[in-house]
């Protein structure tokens, strides 16, 4: 098994510089959260909306 690092999941918005905004607007390369999810992270986010809906 291995072990999936932060990383891997996410990484900081190179548009904003992670700060999430943009001139005072959200940054709409990462929704104004200033990370960016992987693939890695949007298949593990699909699989947790997929079964947490309870
Ligand atoms: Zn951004």
Redesign the pocket.
């Known amino acids: 098994m291995s072990i999936i690092a932060m990383d891997d999941l996410e990484q900081q ?1 190179w ?2 510089n992670e700060k ?1 905004t943009i001139s005072d607007e959200a ?1 709409p ?2 929704d104004g959260k ?1 990370y960016i999810a992987t693939a890695l992270g949007q298949t593990l986010l699909d699989f947790f909306k997929r079964h947490s809906d309870k």
């Open positions: 918005c548009e904003c999430g940054c390369k990462c200033g």
